[in-house]
């Protein structure tokens, strides 16, 4: 017999006691609504256009100035990525420009 790939999802017992408490139930679901928020700014179209134009403005302003077009382009990417420990790792990086 095959391992059950749903393994969890069929408990059944685990529904029986969420509907018994629909607070539990409520905090479920909204942690999830919150996990699922991440998926979304990825793939909402207006953001990625958004995105798009800040990074083709960093570009311009990297034509005069590097270090700031670098700079935004870092700031924006990072507020794509939306990740605390990333942003703070990423900070601790040398830069250097000439």
């Known amino acids: 017999m095959s391992e059950d790939k749903y393994k969890g999802i069929n408990d059944y017992a685990k529904?029986?006691?969420l509907s018994k408490n629909p607070i539990q139930m409520a905090m479920r679901i909204m942690e999830l609504e919150e996990r699922f928020k991440q998926y979304r700014i990825h793939s909402d179209p207006n953001r990625r256009l958004a995105l798009i134009e800040r990074l083709k403005l960093a570009s311009e302003t990297a034509d005069t100035d590097t270090e700031q077009g670098?700079?935004?382009?870092?700031?924006i990417l990072l507020e794509f990525i939306n990740d605390e420990e990333v942003s703070k790792l990423y900070g601790e990086i040398k830069?250097?420009?000439a």
């Open 70 to 75: 670098h700079e935004d382009a870092d700031s």
């Open 95 to 97: 830069k250097w420009y």
């Open 15 to 17: 529904y029986e006691a």
